[in-house]
């Protein structure tokens, strides 16, 4: 399992070009703090709803460039990544041209290793054989 199989749809990223305050209204409408920020299939960087409003007209003016995780990036590696930076977002971009192709956040993270462990009853299942003659 790699980074690409957690790629989450409802991760929307914003052009720079958006304005500042429009960015802040996408990310409320999508209930998140935080969104990536792309040009042309290019991956930019972040913006967060608490970078200062000073002097900002467009996102591309807030953002914090955070290094994407490439798609092939193990699960494992991108969790020990999660924790240690303690990231709710990280943009994925392809391994040959590195164009973003989007973005993993820990839920998404979750369902997808959740995948691997399918639910199953909780009852087990047992066969005892004997002779005709001890039942």
């Given at each position: 399992m790699?980074?690409k199989?957690?790629?989450s ?11 500042y ?10 209930g998140?703090?935080?969104?990536p ?15 200062p ?5 467009s996102?591309?003016d807030?953002?914090t460039?955070?290094?994407?995780v ?8 991108l969790l020990?990544?999660m924790?240690?930076e303690?990231?709710s ?5 392809d ?9 993993v ?8 290793v ?7 009853d ?8 004997c002779?005709?003659?001890q039942y």
């Amino acid at each position: 399992m790699t980074a690409k199989d957690a790629i989450s749809p409802q991760i929307v990223p914003l052009r720079s070009a958006t304005t500042y305050r429009e960015g802040l209204e996408e990310m409320r409408n999508a209930g998140r703090h935080i969104l990536p920020v792309v040009d042309d299939g290019v991956y930019i960087g972040l913006v967060s709803d608490s970078a200062p409003l000073y002097a900002m007209e467009s996102v591309g003016d807030a953002v914090t460039v955070m290094k994407p995780v490439i798609a092939s990036t193990p699960m494992p590696l991108l969790l020990w990544r999660m924790v240690d930076e303690q990231a709710s977002i990280f943009p994925v971009v392809d391994d040959l041209t590195g164009d973003y192709i989007g973005a993993v956040d820990r839920e998404s993270i979750i369902r997808s290793v959740a995948r691997l462990f399918p639910q199953v009853d909780e009852s087990t299942e047992l066969t005892i054989t004997c002779r005709p003659s001890q039942y």
